[in-house]
C-alpha cells in the first residue's frame, strides 16, 4: 500500500477510472442479465425508466451515508454507528414535541442529533485517541439503546406532510430524494476534490505523521469527519422517516456494513488515504441494482445476501491483485 | 513495586473489579431480588452462548483480525444441525425422549457448518491477505443468504435436543452452564498454555518477527479463523438446544456483542494482547447491567447507553496504561 502513496499521481487517477469504468461494466451486465430474464418488461421503455428511478430513491438514503463514509475512510477511520446514529436521529426527530415544531424544527433536529452524536464519535477518536472501531461500535450500541429509550420501542408516525412529501414528489421528473442524494453527492464531490479540506483528508489518511510535521490539525480534522459522516446520518434519517412515514429505533439496521461495502466496492482503501465519491456512488447503485433485479427475477431476496458477499470479496481481491501487479513493475 | 500491586493494575483486574462494584451495586439496590443463586444461575444460562462464540472471537482478534461473520456461522450452525437431524430422521423426536444419536448428528452438523465457514474466512484472510474486516463482511452476507436459502426462510423446530439445552447433569445447574464453561477452559488452556497461545500472541502482535521465527503465519491464522468458525457453530448448536427452534433472524448483532466483550476483557483490537478471563468478563459485565436494570425497574434500554459508556471508559483506560507504559 506504501508504494500507490510514491506513484504519480496521474497514475492514481487512472486506476480510479478504470476501476469506475470497470463498475459501470458491472452496472450494464446487471442491465443486460435483467433483460435476459424479464424480456417482456425491459422491452417497455417508459418501464425502464421508472425502474431505473425506483433504483435510484432505494439508494438515496444509503447513498448520503456513504458520502460521509467515504470521508472517514479515506481519512483512515472507520464509522460503524451510521446505522444507530440514523435511527436515533429519525427517532429524535419524530418524536410529539418535535413534530409540534413542523418539518423544518424536525429536520433541524435531525440534523443536530446527527452532527452531535458524530461530534461525540469525533472527540472519542480524535482527542480520547480511541481506536475508531471501538469508539463508534459503542456509539452504535449506546445510540441504539438510546433511540429504544425515545421511542419505547414504538414506531413513531410522522403526521408532517413536507417530510412524507419529499418520498412522493418529483422535481423535473426525478424524485425528490434522488435530487437530495445528488446534491449531497456533488457537495462531497467538491470537499473531497476541489478544498484545502478534501486535500487534507487525504493527507491524513495516507500518511497521519507527514500530515502532522505539514501543518495539519490533525485531531480537529479527524473530529469534524466524523462529524460530517453524522451529518450526513442525519440527512438519511430524515429520507428514511419520509419514506416510511415513521420512524423506529430498529431503522436502517446494518446499514454500516452495506455503506463500507459500498465504499470499497467503489475503490476506496480500507486503510485510508485513497477513493472517490464518483466510486462510491456507483458502489451503492451496483448494490441497489442487485436488490432490483432479485425483486424483478422473483427470486428469494435472501439470494442477494451471497451475491452481494461475493462481490464484496472479488472486489477487494481485485483491488490486492492491482497493488501486487504493479508492484512487481 | 510489590507483585499484588502488579496484578491489580493488570486489565483484567480493571474490568473484574468493575463488574464486582456493578454487582455489589445492585445488590444494595434490590436485596434479596438481584444477589440470589437463582438469578446467577440464570444469568449464567442467558451469556453462555455468547461466552462460547466471545472464546473464539478472543483468538482471532488477538492476531489483530476481527470476524464479522459470527452471526452468519452460528445460523447456519443452527440450520447444518437441524438438517442433520431431519436426516437421520430425529426432527420429530418428542419433548421427553433422549437419542444421544440425534444430539451427535445435529452436533456434527452445527460443528461441520462452523468448520466451512472457518475455513472460507481463513483461506482468503491468510492465503488470499483480504483484510479480515473484509473478508468476514463478505462470509457473513453470503453465510446469512445460505442459511436462508436452505431454511427458505422459514425456522425449523425440534425438540431433539432438549437433553442439551433443557437438561441438568448437576443438580440445580443447566447444563449450557457447564458446557460454556468446558469451552472456556479449553479456550484457556489452548491460549495461555500452549504452543498454540504463544503462537497466536507472537503473530498478532508482530507477523514479520512471527514469521521469522519460523511460525507458519499463513497457517496458523486458518486455524485461528477456524476456531472463530468452530465455536460460531457449536453456538448455533446450543442455540438450538435451548431455544427448540431455529432463529435465523436472531442473531445479527451477536458479532458487535462479542467484539464488545472481548475488548471490554481488555483485548487489544490491534493484536498481541488479551486473555480469555478478561473476555468472560467481557461477557458478564452488559448482561449483568441489563439483568440488574430490568431488576431495579429501570427501562431496559439504558442498559444499551451503560454498556456503550462501559465499553469507552474500560478501552479508553487500558490506553492510557499502555502509554504510561511505553514511557516509562
Known amino acids: 500500500m506504501t508504494t500507490a502513496r510514491n506513484l504519480p499521481v496521474s497514475w492514481m487517477r487512472n486506476v480510479a477510472w478504470t476501476r469506475n469504468l470497470a463498475l459501470v461494466g458491472v452496472l450494464i451486465v446487471l442491465f443486460v442479465v435483467g433483460a435476459l430474464i424479464r424480456p417482456d418488461l425491459y422491452s417497455d421503455a417508459d418501464w425502464v425508466v421508472n425502474n431505473t428511478l425506483v433504483i435510484l430513491q432505494h439508494s438515496a438514503a444509503i447513498g448520503v451515508v456513504t458520502v460521509g463514509m467515504t470521508f472517514v475512510i479515506i481519512g483512515g477511520g472507520i464509522d460503524l454507528s451510521v446505522g444507530a446514529l440514523i435511527a436515533l436521529a429519525g427517532v429524535w426527530s419524530t418524536t410529539v414535541a418535535t413534530q409540534s415544531f413542523g418539518p423544518g424544527g424536525m429536520i433541524f433536529c435531525a440534523l443536530a442529533v446527527g452532527i452531535g452524536a458524530g461530534l461525540v464519535n469525533g472527540i472519542l477518536v480524535a482527542y480520547g485517541k480511541l481506536v475508531p472501531f471501538i469508539a463508534t461500535l459503542a456509539m452504535l450500541v449506546a445510540a441504539r439503546g438510546l433511540a429504544a429509550q425515545i421511542s419505547g420501542k414504538q ?6 406532510q413536507f417530510i412524507n412529501g419529499l418520498a412522493r414528489t418529483r422535481i423535473l421528473g426525478v424524485p425528490t430524494l434522488v435530487v437530495i442524494l445528488i446534491v449531497v453527492a456533488g457537495l462531497g464531490w467538491v470537499l473531497l476534490n476541489r478544498t484545502t479540506f478534501g ?16 501543518g495539519i490539525n490533525i485531531r480537529r480534522h479527524t473530529m469534524l469527519l466524523y462529524a460530517l459522516s453524522g451529518l450526513c446520518c442525519g440527512i438519511a434519517a430524515v429520507m428514511l422517516t419520509s419514506l416510511a412515514t415513521s420512524s423506529q429505533a430498529a431503522a436502517a439496521e446494518l446499514y454500516e456494513l452495506d455503506a463500507i461495502a459500498a465504499a470499497i466496492i467503489g475503490g476506496t482503501l480500507l486503510s485510508g488515504g485513497r477513493g472517490t465519491i464518483v466510486g462510491s456512488m456507483i458502489g451503492v447503485v451496483v448494490f441497489s441494482t442487485i436488490t432490483n433485479l432479485f425483486a424483478i427475477a422473483n427470486l428469494p431476496t435472501e439470494v442477494q445476501n451471497m451475491v452481494k458477499g461475493g462481490i464484496i470479496v472479488v472486489a477487494v481481491l481485485v483491488q490486492q491483485l492491482q497493488f501486487r501487479l504493479k508492484k512487481r513493475t | 513495586m510489590t507483585r499484588a500491586k502488579e496484578i491489580l493494575r493488570t486489565p483484567t483486574m480493571v474490568t473484574f473489579g468493575a463488574l464486582l462494584l456493578i454487582i455489589a451495586a445492585f445488590s444494595i439496590m434490590a436485596p434479596g431480588l438481584f444477589n440470589t443463586p437463582g438469578n446467577f444461575l440464570q444469568l449464567a444460562q442467558n451469556v453462555a452462548i455468547l461466552t462460547v462464540v466471545s472464546v473464539g472471537t478472543t483468538f482471532v482478534i488477538i492476531t489483530a483480525g476481527v470476524d464479522l461473520s459470527i452471526p452468519s456461522g452460528i445460523v447456519l450452525g443452527e440450520v447444518f444441525a437441524v438438517h442433520a437431524l431431519e436426516m437421520v430422521g430425529g426432527l420429530d423426536t418428542q419433548p421427553g425422549e433422549v437419542h444421544i444419536g440425534y444430539v451427535f448428528a445435529a452436533l456434527g452438523g452445527a460443528i461441520l457448518a462452523g468448520l466451512s465457514i472457518g475455513a472460507i474466512n481463513g483461506i482468503v484472510v491468510a492465503y488470499m491477505k483480504v483484510p479480515p474486516l473484509l473478508a468476514t463482511l463478505g462470509t457473513l452476507g453470503a453465510g446469512l443468504g ?21 437438561g441438568s447433569w448437576i443438580a440445580g445447574v443447566p447444563n449450557l452452564i457447564p458446557i460454556a464453561l468446558i469451552i472456556v477452559v479449553a479456550g484457556y488452556v489452548l491460549l495461555h498454555m500452549a504452543v498454540f497461545g504463544r503462537h497466536t500472541f507472537a503473530i498478532g502482535s508482530n507477523p514479520e518477527a512471527a514469521r521469522r521465527v519460523g511460525i507458519n503465519v499463513e497457517r496458523h491464522l486458518l486455524k485461528v479463523y477456524l476456531i472463530g468458525g468452530v465455536t460460531a457453530g457449536f453456538a448455533g448448536f446450543l442455540s438450538v438446544a435451548y431455544f427448540s427452534t431455529t432463529s435465523i433472524g436472531g442473531h445479527s448483532t451477536d458479532n458487535l456483542q462479542a467484539v464488545t466483550a472481548v475488548a471490554l476483557g481488555g483485548t487489544s483490537l490491534f493484536g498481541g494482547v488479551g486473555s480469555i478471563i478478561g473476555t468472560l468478563i467481557g461477557v458478564w459485565i452488559p448482561a449483568v447491567l441489563k439483568n440488574g436494570f430490568v431488576i431495579n425497574g429501570v427501562q431496559p434500554y439504558w442498559q444499551d447507553v451503560a454498556v456503550g459508556l462501559v465499553l469507552i471508559v474500560a478501552v479508553w483506560l487500558d490506553q492510557l496504561r499502555r502509554r504510561s507504559r511505553n514511557r516509562g
Open chain 1, 199 to 214: 486535500r487534507r483528508t487525504v493527507a491524513i489518511g495516507g500518511n497521519a505523521e507527514a500530515a502532522r510535521l505539514a
Open chain 1, 155 to 160: 414506531t413513531q408516525i410522522s403526521g408532517d
Open chain 2, 146 to 166: 445460505v442459511a436462508l436459502i436452505l431454511q427458505n426462510g422459514v425456522n425449523t423446530s425440534t425438540y431433539a435436543l432438549d437433553p442439551i439445552g433443557h
